[in-house]
């Protein structure tokens, strides 16, 4: 385990800080004689980088990776499991999960959880669609885009559940922000809009009052970093940011 400090470099408002944190990083797998492959875990504290009391992260790659922020700090309970939406029981006795138990949101969310759905519905679809039961994730989503009723359904599933997770988690920690990443950005409008609309729909309205959605695409926010890192980690993405 190492600890060490940079210098909070503050010129430009701080845009500096992100590619100096990743810089120290990097020279700290020079020191250690290790790469991103071999980290289990990092954390980074930084003043000033996460503005916002509350707030809720939420990444979709492969699965979903999650974090929350409650009065300022990033909270991971007693065994780093605190805010894994990923593992919440959407569907009771639904698909079952690499946990062990059955019906985790990331069964049916995701680049995992669509490619789940899309063999589910080709068994009894019979209409023509142009995906098949090895289409990628971002074929469902292009699919959906050019209005295909089969991918529709399938990003259409994935946005309820979606929501049904988040309007819980929002009911639960009153937000005052939801930061969205990852592969929503490739679906676009057809996941975010019936998203958008299953939420309202199941959330709590006192707790929505305040909530504001952020959709974070790479690179245009350094104040998100900070804290989807741990996310990104677990997702794989980290390799890719270093
Ligand atoms: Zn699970």
Same mark, same amino acid.
């Not at 971002?138 to 990003?155: F, M, N, Q, S, T």
């Not at 299953?198 to 974070?216: M, P, Q, T």
């Given at each position: ?62 699965? /979903?990776?999650?974090? *929350? ?7 991971? &309970?007693?065994?780093?499991? !605190? +805010? $894994? ?83 819980? /988690?929002?009911?639960? *920690? ?7 990443? &990852?592969?929503?950005?490739? !679906? +676009? $409008? ?53």
């Amino acid at each position: 385990m190492d600890k060490w400090k940079i210098e909070t470099d503050i010129e430009d408002n701080g845009r500096h800080l992100s590619g100096h944190i990743i810089k120290s990083i990097k020279e700290r797998f020079v020191k250690h004689s290790i790469s991103a492959g071999n980290l289990t875990g990092i954390g980074i504290g930084v003043p000033g980088f996460v503005d916002e009391a509350s707030t809720f992260f939420v990444t979709l790659g492969t699965g /979903v990776g999650s974090g *929350i922020i409650v009065n300022g700090d990033l909270v991971n &309970g007693p065994n780093g499991t !605190a +805010g $894994e939406i990923d593992h919440t029981i959407t569907v009771p006795h639904g698909r079952l999960c690499t946990c062990g138990r059955e019906g985790c949101l990331e069964e049916y969310v995701a680049a995992k959880g669509l490619r789940r759905s899309l063999r589910d519905y080709l068994r009894n679809f019979r209409d023509s669609s142009p995906l098949h039961k090895d289409s990628e994730v971002i074929d469902i989503y292009e699919a959906a885009k050019a209005g295909d009723a089969l991918a529709v359904h399938i990003v259409n599933d994935a946005a309820y559940y979606l929501a049904y997770a988040l309007a819980n /988690v929002v009911t639960l *920690i009153n937000p005052e922000k939801i930061i969205i990443g &990852g592969g929503v950005s490739a !679906a +676009g $409008e057809k996941l975010l809009r019936p998203l958008v609309a299953h939420f309202k729909r199941f959330v709590l309205k006192e707790a929505d009052k305040s909530l504001s959605f952020e959709f974070a695409r790479p690179g245009n926010d350094a104040g998100i970093y900070g804290a989807t890192w741990l996310v990104m980690k677990r997702l794989g993405y980290f390799q890719n940011m270093l």
